[in-house]
């Protein structure tokens, strides 16, 4: 699904049915990840730079969305405590959990914070802070900040490019490429130490 197919689809509806579909962009990317959420997100921005409408009505519903969709993710987390189902896992499962409940539970605002400007992996932050332990105010205040500031960012650069849609399509590819190439260079980062950590174990 490309930019062009979204934003005609978008202009055939009415309004509502418009701010709907934002809405359910936003959300359903942190329920279902593969849903390309930042792509309705962006369609609304060309929406208010290019046909009129609003801009925050459009920031509201898209922002919203997020928050709502990490909310659901942080009680599934919950839930997979106080359910059991983490005790399922092996050894090396539990050990992974443990150590992404101690990051988390270190720097889970950060994390939290930065979460809508990591392509893929959103979701996850929420899970892990269920997981956590993390309150319900903590992942509310934080995933409202990264949403409004990763939102106000998309709709920006969709004004600021106007109905350019190659220009816009160009922009946030390139972002992605780059956001996904430091996420694989933090990963193995970690991956080596961890096998330097084991060669030098007595």
């Known amino acids: ?11 055939e509806w009415p309004p509502v049915v418009v701010y709907l579909m934002l809405f359910a962009g936003a959300f359903l990317e942190y ?25 925050l ?12 969709g990490a909310y659901l993710d942080f ?5 997979l405590v106080r359910s059991g189902r983490l005790q399922k896992f092996g050894d090396r499962g539990q050990r992974a959990i443990g150590g992404i409940v101690t990051q988390m539970q270190r ?9 809508r400007f990591v392509p893929g992996l959103r979701a996850f932050f929420f899970v892990a802070a269920g997981i956590a332990g993390l309150t319900t105010g903590q992942v509310l205040l934080w995933s ?14 969709g004004y ?13 590819t390139r972002y992605g490429l780059i956001a996904w190439g430091l996420i694989a260079a933090v990963v193995l980062f970690f991956v080596v ?10």
Request: no cysteine; aromatic share 12%; proline share 6%.
């Open 107 to 115: 720097r889970g605002p950060a994390y939290l914070a930065i979460n």
């Open 75 to 79: 009680v599934f987390g919950k839930w």
């Open 57 to 68: 009505p459009v920031l509201a519903v898209v922002t919203f969305g997020a928050v709502l």
């Open 144 to 157: 409202s900040v990264s949403a409004l500031a990763w939102n106000a960012l998309l709709v920006g650069v």
């Open 31 to 55: 329920i279902v990840p593969p849903v390309p959420g930042d792509m309705f997100v962006i369609a609304g921005a060309v929406l208010v730079a290019a046909f009129g409408w609003h801009f």
């Open 160 to 172: 600021a490019l106007g109905d350019n849609l190659e220009a816009v399509e160009t922009f946030f």
């Open 193 to 202: 130490r961890a096998l330097v950590r084991k060669m030098r174990a007595p």
């Open 1 to 11: 699904m490309d930019l062009q197919s979204v934003l005609d689809t978008l202009r």
